[in-house]
């Protein structure tokens, strides 16, 4: 969060006004500010409904293809699909961290003329996520249409359109940080911006989250899934990852999945010799020795069985997820939603972290029981009421105190009602 003078020098830059008039450009946007932000990736998911042709598009389970089309009419999109749709990318993010109690917005583009946009905008009004940092654009919001049958990974068609030029120097982008003025803000994700932020080798991304810095943000960085299986095993380039250098410079959090930080490992040229826990540190001590500047830092990776994370202070924590013990449980949701009680953890504990010097796995135990409240929601939820069982923060901490090892013990203990038997 930015002390006052950092905020007026940073609007009196991007406005080129006098310090009296960013005063009351501030004063007047007091009601806007946030303790978490989720920038860039507003998505609406399409899951179900009047069947989608996509010919020209191959995907198999558990891959994300990415198309520049940007009218789906061609491939039977029609507003009917409204009925089938559900919040995607930060819509994932920071609606959690509201029911956490958390004061959260959004920023990114998003189109006042189209449906789906419409949406999501009043999805996240009824969630209580301010959308005063909402720029508005021409092009309409990014589609996700998820695709593969009953019990196997989804495949993903994302069709980014106005997230595909989403720019980190856009100077009504900078204000809305500025005037939001979080605590944390939550950028996602990269790689998935290719005409935006993404640009010049990911400087343009790598150029905001300095920015959020600059004026005493917390930031975190998010990835996604590039590539497949095969290409991981193999140990391939994969080009996406080599966005990820210079955004890392500036990102106090980074969190990634296993797979994702094989992926990157095999694109960077880090060996790794596929034992799960090892390779997890393996991939913690190459970020630790590349991006160790001085500044807080906290990377980890998220596995099927628990999560493991570190900072300079710090050496590797793991914690068992409560949900390690169920076979097939869906984690679709898993990682965003970690990683979100994560940033909320840290937003109740700012000057502990800002120190290196706070409990880390207390925090990870909190981050754990977050996502593991969220993948447990009933599938028949979807939109609003998908958040419905997330508790508030002061709720939920005192049993992050404890181990839970099974996930009926924590919904029990919350009086939440579990999906499917342990």
Excluded at 85 to 108: E, F, H, W, Y
Excluded at 229 to 248: A, C, F, G, S, V
Excluded at 336 to 352: C, F, M, N, P
Excluded at 394 to 414: C, I, M, Q, S, V
Aim: hydrophobic share 35%.
């Amino acid at each position: 969060m930015a002390s006052r003078e950092r905020q007026i020098a940073a609007l009196q830059e991007i406005r080129h006004c006098t310090p009296e008039t960013a005063q009351i450009i501030i004063d007047d946007a007091g009601a806007c500010q946030v303790e978490y932000a989720g920038i860039n990736t507003l998505v609406v998911d399409i899951k179900g409904g009047p069947s989608l042709t996509m010919p020209d598009l191959d995907v198999l389970p558990g891959m994300l293809v990415y198309s520049r089309e940007k009218c789906l009419g061609q491939y039977g999109l029609t507003e009917d699909h409204l009925n089938y749709a559900d919040l995607g990318g930060q819509g994932n993010i920071v609606p959690i961290a509201s029911r956490l109690g958390m004061k959260t917005g959004v920023i990114g583009y998003l189109s006042e003329l189209d449906p789906f946009a419409r949406f999501f905008r009043e999805s996240l009004d009824q969630l209580g996520v301010k959308t005063d940092g909402l720029v508005p654009c021409g092009y309409p919001i990014g589609i996700s249409i998820m695709t593969g049958g009953k019990g196997e990974r989804s495949g993903i068609v994302y069709f980014p359109r106005a997230n595909a030029l989403f720019q980190g120097d856009d100077g009504e982008v900078r204000e809305k940080v500025v005037l939001l003025n979080p605590v944390v803000a939550h950028n996602s994700y990269i790689g998935l911006s290719p005409d935006g932020w993404d640009k010049d080798n990911g400087t343009n991304a790598a150029d905001l989250l300095a920015f959020q810095q600059d004026l005493g943000i917390i930031t975190i960085t998010d990835t996604h899934t590039f590539g497949s299986d095969e290409q991981m095993k193999r140990r391939e380039h994969i080009p996406e990852y080599d966005l990820l250098h210079e955004p890392l410079r500036h990102t106090n959090i980074f969190v990634c999945s296993l797979a994702e930080a094989r992926r990157i490992m095999g694109t960077w040229g880090v060996p790794f010799d596929g034992s799960s826990k090892q390779d997890a540190c393996t991939f913690l001590d190459y970020l630790l020795e590349t991006y160790d500047d001085g500044m807080p830092r906290l990377f980890g990776v998220s596995m099927r069985d628990g999560v493991v994370a570190t900072n300079r202070r710090i050496p590797p924590v793991f914690i068992e997820s409560p949900c390690a013990s169920i076979a097939g449980v869906d984690l679709v949701g898993a990682g965003d939603s970690l990683k979100t009680g994560l940033g909320a953890y840290i937003v109740r504990h700012e000057d502990e972290f800002r120190d290196n010097n706070f409990n880390l796995a207390e925090a990870l135990r909190f981050a754990q029981m977050v996502a593991t409240i969220y993948i447990s929601t009933p599938p028949f939820k979807r939109g609003v009421e998908r958040f419905d069982d997330i508790p508030q923060f002061d709720e939920l901490l005192p049993l992050a105190k404890g181990r839970y090892t099974r996930r009926n013990d924590l919904l029990r203990d919350l009086s939440l009602q579990s999906v499917s038997g342990e």
